[in-house]
């Protein structure tokens, strides 16, 4: 390990964040009753200009008055290039930010665009006396978020999420496709040359850089990492496919834009028995090894050491705390 540390986010389960307008307070129970680990109240782009006042009303009811349970609850304020953002934070934080876990903040562009907040958000917790410090949830979604994602991931103690935006990252960097989140023909690789008679066409995964970066940020600074959103919602297999590939790469989520991915992003993203299973041996084996004063031993033929340990630590954790959350019907006494 390096001499640096950085303190790990808040261990919380985060498999799945629902996406909820503001503007539409008819889903609101339900998506407190949903089995989502999170919810977003959307002030931004669900939200026509002109519903932007009342939507941020909503969020603030909505927030005093709902039972979230265990739900991440946050509301996604508006960018910090538009005049709604100032009064989305203040009037939020300053009336319902006692209920408030996170503010996600969107096309996050460089660490000062998070400075700023901080300071804003710090003000307000401070005159409120509110005691319960408000987290960041950052999306990445510009070019320039990306680029600077590893100072973003840094800059401030709040930090708790990274999310890819791939419907506002696929606008800024001008990618030449239409399904969000999902796979494009056109972003292929084919096999052989012009002697082959036979060649086939690859398709590769055109989020792979981006979400593999924001990973690596994410992960460097300790936060929780989400893949964005899936567009066809219509799709299960589709996002499945999107899902399990974040999962691959250590996302600890993905979002739901329609309650009915929830249910995917919570299947996906949950470590499967047999992988339980196997990281419960390989614990049970290391603690063996190490009595015997062995740092590496070999488990159905394959060599486990202390990396080994890690890795099945953090699935069996998360293993825990899916057993430990009660059914959301449940805790909303249903
Ligand atoms: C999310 O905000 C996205 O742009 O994908
Ligand atoms: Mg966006």
Same mark, same amino acid.
């Given at each position: ?13 985060? %498999? ?14 339900k ?28 969020a ?72 319960r410090?408000?987290g ?8 320039l ?9 840094g ?24 399904d ?27 989020? !792979? ?34 899902? %399990? %590939? ?45 009595a ?18 890690? !890795? ?17 019907? %449940?805790?909303?006494g249903?």
């Amino acid at each position: 390990m390096s001499f640096t540390s950085y303190p790990q986010a808040k261990p919380r389960l985060h %498999r799945s964040e629902l996406a909820v307008p503001a503007s539409q307070p008819k889903f609101f129970e339900k998506a407190a009753a949903s089995e989502a680990d999170a919810v977003f109240l959307d002030l931004e782009d669900a939200v026509a200009p002109d519903e932007k006042d009342q939507a941020r009303k909503n969020a603030i009811q909505a927030l005093n008055d709902i039972d979230w349970g265990e739900h991440i609850i946050s509301v996604r304020i508006n960018g910090l290039d538009t005049h709604y953002m100032y009064r989305d934070v203040v009037d939020v934080v300053e009336q319902a930010g006692g209920a408030l876990d996170m503010i996600v903040i969107p096309k996050v562009g460089t660490a000062a665009d998070v400075y700023a907040l901080d300071m804003l958000v710090t003000q307000i917790e401070q005159a409120k006396g509110l005691a319960r410090r408000i987290g960041f949830s950052l999306i990445i979604e510009t070019a320039l978020g990306m680029a600077n994602v590893q100072d973003i991931a840094g800059a401030s103690p709040r930090n708790e999420a990274l999310n890819f935006g791939v419907a506002d990252f696929a606008a800024s960097t001008r990618m030449r496709l239409t399904d969000i989140g999902g796979a494009s023909p056109d972003y292929t690789v084919l096999t052989g040359g012009p002697q082959d008679l036979e060649r086939e066409v690859h398709w590769n995964d055109v989020w !792979h850089y981006g979400l593999a970066r924001i990973v690596v940020a994410g992960r460097a600074r300790g936060l929780r990492v989400l893949d964005g959103p899936y567009g066809d919602f219509n799709d299960p297999e589709g996002y499945r496919a999107a899902a %399990r %590939r974040a999962a691959t790469l250590g996302c600890d989520g993905k979002w739901a834009i329609h309650p009915k991915q929830v249910a995917l992003a919570n299947e996906v993203m949950s470590p499967r028995a047999e992988e339980v299973r196997h990281a419960e041996r390989v614990l049970e084996a290391m603690a063996a090894a190490t009595a015997a004063g062995q740092g590496a031993v070999a488990l159905d033929g394959r060599l486990i050491d202390i990396a080994s340990i890690r !890795h099945a630590e953090a699935l069996v954790q998360t293993a825990r705390r899916i057993e430990a959350r009660k059914p959301a019907s %449940r805790a909303a006494g249903n």
